[in-house]
């Protein structure tokens, strides 16, 4: 399994980015998979996920409103459209996904050192 991020970018407040991961290895919604962000300073959390098969999605308190997550099942694609974006939303953003891990409950309250497959992250610097 391989997942790759791109998208990242500057950009000002209010701005908008679209994130993609590309999934090699799995196919169709059969994984869940998460968002992560990484902020100056701050512990890796979990932002946004959709849940294996159905598709649930969850989104942190901190980008619900403007942050949306969704799935191309034919490209094994992983988007994460981010509107009306803050400063404080500056971090490196990753997506991962865990063979066994398939709840969005369970992937963004688990340990982020117990998911099996990461990429390696794409930065998006929010600033004027």
């Known amino acids: 399994v391989q997942l790759a991020e791109s998208g990242g970018g500057l950009v000002q407040p209010g701005g908008s980015l679209r994130l993609s991961c590309a999934v090699s290895?799995?196919?169709?919604?059969?994984?869940?998979i998460g968002w992560f962000r990484q902020g100056p300073g701050k512990e890796r959390e979990g932002i946004s996920c959709l849940s294996r098969g159905d598709d649930t999605t969850y989104y942190d308190d901190s980008v619900k409103g403007r942050f949306t997550i969704s799935r191309d099942k034919d490209k094994n694609m992983v988007y994460l459209q981010m509107n009306n974006l803050k400063p404080e939303d500056t971090a490196v953003y990753y997506c991962?996904?865990?063979?066994?891990?398939?709840?969005?409950?369970?992937?963004?309250?688990?340990?982020?050192?117990?998911?099996?497959?990461w990429g390696k992250g794409t930065l998006v610097n929010v600033s004027s």
């Open positions: 290895g799995l196919s169709g919604n059969t994984y869940g």
């Open positions: 991962a996904t865990d063979s066994i891990m398939g709840s969005c409950t369970v992937l963004m309250h688990a340990s982020t050192s117990s998911l099996e497959y």
